[in-house]
């Protein structure tokens, strides 16, 4: 090893045993130092805007509740056909009879599925009224749920064929939720008659027919006593029962008289999109209607299954005689002069015309 070399691995000896010195003898920690001066505290936020204040929660109910609109209701159902009750004196305080010319027993009916209340009540039926027809609102969502707090909008189990087979599944009527409380009421009581073995079937009284609200089913296109051939489909042709709702052509602007309004047939989704109407109850086929319906009257009074005043006569007649008084009675209850379903009640009239000629 050269001297240059040797003097520099002494040096470098020398600095390693220095430094290992150095560190082995480091003294203990000393205390610990005083704390420092707190910091200011920060200044406080601006507080953000008050909200709009809310409606008041009555105020949404008043917009309906209230007077104006109470008196004008009123008005408007004084004049309509429901007020009179609906021959509540007698047929209200009669099972069977009441579900539909009472207050309570349309109530009744709705939540038990009978009408047997008026044995107990003992004549104390009410008319058709406001509870009635409306019950609780569901929510006041408004915005997502019905506003007229009906009492039912379900589907209806029609009542003639229930009547015919008490034992039957139900035929169920769905005309929507603006259509299906009516429909409660406005459908026939009995099917259309079938012939005996001779081909005959009998009038059983100067009340034979549907009953007197047979709309519901115009509508639909089905139930009539259907002769030959050619008939539509049920649910089928009827632009009314398709495109409409009860409430719509009879209820325009909450009109609780229930008559048909001409702005309601010319709005822009209806006769206002074609030629506006001029009169709901003039236009040419309507005309045609009423003047065959006064030709098949003739007709059933020539063959004696009509009297003077219109009303069926009993006795045994051949079954498409018969079917002409059903479709006939029908057609005069329908109160629309065809228009409900024109498609089917058109059919309903030449067929039984066709009976006599």
């Known amino acids: 090893m050269t001297y240059k070399r040797i003097t520099q691995f002494l ?7 220095a430094f290992a010195f150095a560190t082995s003898c480091e003294g203990p920690q000393g205390p610990a130092g005083t704390n420092g001066i707190d910091g200011e505290d920060g200044i406080n936020g601006i507080n953000g805007t008050d909200g709009t204040p809310g409606v008041a929660g009555n105020a949404v109910c008043m917009e309906c509740h209230n007077l104006d609109t109470k008196d004008r209701v009123t008005n408007e159902y004084h004049v309509s056909g429901h007020a009179a009750g609906g021959a509540v004196g007698y047929a209200g305080n009669r099972n069977d009879c009441g579900m539909c010319h009472s207050d309570q027993g349309f109530r009744e009916t709705r939540y038990t599925g009978v009408d047997t209340m008026f044995a107990a009540l003992g004549g104390a039926a009410q008319p058709i009224q406001c ?22 909008n379900d589907a209806v189990a029609l009542l003639m064929y229930r009547a015919d087979d008490p034992a039957a599944a139900p035929v169920m009527l769905d005309l929507g939720d603006d259509s299906n409380l009516c429909t ?42 259907e002769l030959g051939t050619g008939w539509p489909d049920p649910g089928t042709g009827s632009a009314h029962a398709e495109n409409s709702s009860c409430i719509t052509c009879h209820m325009h602007s909450a009109d609780h008289s229930w008559t048909p309004s001409l702005d309601a047939c010319n709005t822009t989704d209806c006769h206002g999109s074609m030629t506006p109407l001029t009169t709901y109850t003039d236009n040419s086929r309507q005309v045609t209607f009423r003047t065959n319906m006064d030709v098949l009257k003739v007709a059933l009074q020539t063959a004696g299954l009509l009297d003077v005043d219109g009303h069926p006569i009993k006795g045994t007649f051949g079954v498409d005689s018969v079917g002409a008084v059903y479709n006939y009675e029908w057609l005069v209850d329908d109160r629309s002069s065809g228009v409900h379903n024109l498609q089917y009640t058109e059919k309903m009239l030449s067929t039984s015309l066709a009976v006599f000629q």
């Open 11 to 17: 040096l470098l000896l020398a600095c390693s045993v």
């Open 131 to 152: 509870t009635t027809c409306h019950d609780f609102h569901e929510s006041l969502d408004f915005e997502n749920e019905m506003n007229y707090a009906l009492r039912t």
């Open 184 to 225: 409660n009421c406005h459908q026939p009581r009995t099917v259309p008659p079938a012939g005996d073995v001779d081909g005959n079937a009998y009038i059983s009284s100067s009340h034979y027919g549907p009953h007197h609200g047979p709309q519901s089913t115009s509508l639909a296109g089905l139930g009539a006593y």
